[in-house]
């Protein structure tokens, strides 16, 4: 069951709007997965700066993330010691044109 808007806000590390410039291959993840870079537009929680990276895995079979290059979200980042940003399926990560109830 997904988080609502005020749930995802208070157990996120991290939520923000940005749009995805670079994404990449990465062993660092968990269960591998991809890096995406994003230029961040606004942040309600969270020191963020002008750019960030975070991490999700490979598949959603793996609750991985699926961003797409020069498309603009919303994410609810996590963190902990494996990943320090970390985006997953069962977040309420969401494209700004989909996340208008957040």
Do not use: H
């Not at 939520?15 to 606004?42: Q, S």
């Not at 603009?72 to 010691?81: K, Q």
Request: proline share 3%; glycine share 8%; net charge negative.
């Amino acid at each position: 069951m997904k988080l609502t808007p005020a749930e995802g806000l208070s157990s996120a590390y991290a939520v923000f709007t940005g749009e995805v410039t670079d994404i990449k291959p990465t062993t660092a993840t968990k269960f591998g997965g991809v890096e995406i870079t994003l230029r961040v537009n606004e942040v309600w929680k969270g020191e963020i700066g002008e750019q960030v990276e975070v991490r999700t895995a490979g598949s959603s079979a793996a609750c991985g993330y699926s961003f797409a290059k020069g498309e603009s979200y919303l994410v609810y980042a996590d963190r902990d010691e494996a990943d320090p940003m970390r985006v997953s399926l069962c977040s309420r990560t969401a494209l700004v044109a989909n996340a208008e109830q957040d």
